[in-house]
């Protein structure tokens, strides 16, 4: 079997779209009969806080579904004190470093980023003309932290844009979730190898539930993050309620903001159910007759992974993001679209929206569309070529 070393910033059991893609990389190379072995730090996403079971340790090693997976010391952080957030990347950066000192490193190993520094870190430590390092692109940084207001031009990010280039330059190959990542690689390094590797989810969806299409409001539903860049409390207030009913489930930094919201107004069809299990969470979402991805700012480079995964439960969606999402909603006929941050042409969309069309036979159409277009397995089955 050959090594395979993955180096990541998150993973189970921690939640959301970078810990569930990389496992279902490390999952689907095992399975590939690759010797899988994962780096990463302590669980503490996103509540920036050591998880209960791991509080007092400095490094944990398990064995889960035949993958070694261990678990560094970090300062764990989520302040919005950028010094805080430094240190806490720096401190994992100096347990890989420590881990590389003693430990034999495979010959293959992919890099997840961002975070920018833990990646320039493997790299730069890593460097072997006898070793592979794939760079696993999930988001463009420094732009994406500019786009989302969090950088500002100046000495910082030019320091960040010049580790990005090192990234890219010292990378065997380059994956990235999007067409735009792609892009943007090859406008810099035009000879540089890449794949485009998106965020396909790898799981059994549940089976379909016969709704009465002709009653009542449509409902309406939002599952995921409730942090600023989604801008969820937003939605709450700027919907048009005369058609739909608004259901919500995940946590994040807006989540008071919008419980106190639907105290507020007990007269609007808002329901907030707090945050539950990703298999629990596909069991109620398909209770459901139609999706919303929101992106308050559109982000270079970023392609939602709720739309693949919305698309294997057979859930039609209302993209309101702008980007390359929006171009996916469109080809492959998943729902509708409306311009990212006009809430008037949202609710514009919405109301174009006849119930009778949202039908068992459109949610077995678009489950037939996932299947044949999003697979994991032929994506990893290609990926592998490039090792």
Request: with cysteine; hydrophobic share 40%; net charge positive.
């Amino acid at each position: 079997m050959k090594d395979v070393l993955i180096i990541t910033s998150y993973f189970p059991p921690e939640f959301g779209a970078a810990s569930n893609r990389i496992l279902h990389l490390s999952e689907g190379l095992q399975k590939r009969h690759y010797n899988v072995l994962v780096l990463t730090p302590l669980p503490n996403y996103p509540t920036g806080k050591i998880f209960e079971a791991y509080k007092g340790k400095f490094k944990q090693t398990s064995t889960e579904n035949d993958i070694k997976i261990h678990r560094l010391w970090i300062y764990a952080s989520n302040s919005k004190n950028k010094l805080l957030r430094l240190i806490a990347m720096l401190s994992y950066s100096f347990s890989l470093v420590w881990f590389f000192m003693w430990h034999k490193i495979p010959k293959t190993v992919i890099i997840q980023s961002p975070p920018l520094l833990v990646a320039f870190t493997s790299i730069l430590f890593l460097r072997s003309k006898k070793r592979k390092l794939i760079l696993n692109v999930s988001d463009l940084w420094p732009i994406a932290g500019l786009e989302l207001g969090a950088l500002k031009k100046g000495v910082i990010y030019s320091f960040l844009e010049k580790i990005e280039r090192f990234n890219y330059r010292n990378a065997d190959l380059v994956l990235g979730q999007s067409e735009e990542i792609l892009t943007h690689v090859n406008s810099l390094f035009p000879n540089k190898k890449s794949f485009l590797y998106r965020n396909y989810p790898d799981f059994n969806p549940p089976k379909f539930i016969e709704k009465n299409n002709y009653k009542g409001k449509i409902k309406l539903v939002y599952a995921g993050l409730l942090g600023v860049a989604q801008g969820i409390y937003n939605l709450c207030e700027q919907l048009d309620y005369s058609n739909i009913e608004f259901h919500i489930y995940g946590a994040g930094t807006e989540q008071s903001k919008i419980e106190v919201f639907i105290k507020k107004h007990p007269e609007l069809p808002v329901f907030y159910y707090g945050d539950v299990s990703r298999k629990t969470l596909h069991k109620e979402l398909i209770k459901y007759e139609i999706t919303i991805i929101p992106l308050l700012n559109r982000i270079y480079g970023s392609v939602p992974s709720k739309i693949f995964e919305y698309a294997k439960l057979g859930l039609p969606m209302i993209y309101f993001g702008g980007g390359e999402g929006e171009i996916i909603i469109k080809n492959h006929k998943l729902g509708w679209i409306a311009n990212a941050g006009d809430y008037k042409n949202l609710n514009c969309v919405i109301s174009t929206i006849e119930k009778s069309c949202l039908s068992i036979e459109y949610n077995k159409k678009i489950r037939q569309i996932a299947d044949e277009e999003f697979s994991l397995n032929m994506q990893l089955d290609e990926l592998i070529e490039h090792f």
